[in-house]
């Protein structure tokens, strides 16, 4: 299980880091993806471009590190929680924007919202995973 | 305290690489307004790739807004240069060159590239008639069934 919760950190970990050091690469590309969004004021939108790619970054580093790791992945899971509301937001407004993933120029589709809810319940299962065993348990009793 | 941990460590490194960093929002104040300033006016026409290459043979005349140096490296045939960072009186200067054309089509690195839209709205503010953009740019310009100039071919 500890070998399982390991694979999954780091694989969420690496994501991470390729997602920020992208983004980072072309920041002045990712200001203008997050104002296509449309979804905040000016202010706000420059503080998200700004600090989301480091975010992205810090997070994957200390997941491939093991270091905070489940810390590490409230925050990711918030990340990828918010970042596929914002994706559905878009694709129901239809607006044809890039995703803004990864530095491509990928147009938002449904498949962008699939994949990120992946990524998401990736993070939650090894945020599942790293909970102590009797909270895990008592977290099945309360389902079934 | 460890999520606020993270966090610091996140936004000290956000505020050192804005503030030193060549691409950082608080050296490149003015392409942060340019940006901004593109929210406020109307998007320009998009055109496909197909559309694209029927403007190209019907003689619009095409601007690239990409840096000099990404241009340089390789760009649509008799496309004229405008980088993001020119001033009015040299995009004006620059245009004259091709005397006043009817239709003008931007294009930049990719989708994602802010510089052709915002091109696009100044020119239409400067009175050009009929701007239009190419979304797919560059990008999709030269994937390998385009046909693209390169440098070494002008020489």
């Known amino acids: ?144 | 305290v460890q999520v606020g941990l993270l966090a610091s460590v996140a936004v000290s490194l956000t505020l050192i690489f804005h503030s030193f960093s060549d691409s950082g929002y608080f050296n490149q104040g003015a392409i942060v307004q340019m940006i901004a300033k593109s929210r406020l006016v109307s998007p320009a026409r998009e055109l496909d790739l197909a559309q694209f290459r029927s403007r190209l043979d019907t003689g619009a005349t095409i601007v690239d807004a990409r840096f000099t140096s990404d241009f340089l490296d390789g760009h649509v045939p008799g496309a004229l240069n405008i980088p993001p960072d020119t001033s009015h009186v040299d995009r004006g200067r620059l245009l004259k060159s091709v005397g006043h054309p009817s239709t003008v089509v931007v294009y930049c690195a990719g989708p994602a590239c802010p510089y052709a839209a915002i091109l696009a709205n100044r020119l239409t503010r400067d009175g050009f008639p009929s701007v239009e953009v190419f979304a797919g740019g560059w990008e999709e310009w030269s994937k390998p069934t385009s046909t693209f100039t390169s440098i070494a071919e002008n020489k």
Request: glycine share 8%; with cysteine.
């Open chain 1, 1 to 144: 299980m500890k070998l399982l919760r390991r694979s999954f950190e780091i694989i969420i970990g690496l994501i991470f880091l390729a997602s920020g050091s992208s983004k980072l690469n072309s920041s002045f590309e990712f200001l203008h993806t997050v104002t296509a969004y449309d979804l905040i004021g000016w202010h706000t939108t420059i503080a998200v471009a700004a600090t989301l790619p480091w975010f992205e970054l810090v997070l994957g580093g200390a997941l491939v590190v093991g270091l905070m790791s489940e810390a590490a992945l409230w925050l990711a899971s918030v990340l990828t929680l918010t970042f596929v509301i914002a994706c559905t937001s878009a694709l129901h407004r239809k607006l044809s924007i890039p995703c803004g993933c990864f530095g491509s120029s990928e147009i938002i589709s449904a498949g962008t919202v699939v994949r990120s809810f992946s990524i998401f319940f990736l993070t939650g299962g090894a945020l599942i995973l790293s909970l102590p065993h009797g909270v895990r348990n008592r977290s099945r009793v309360i389902q079934a």
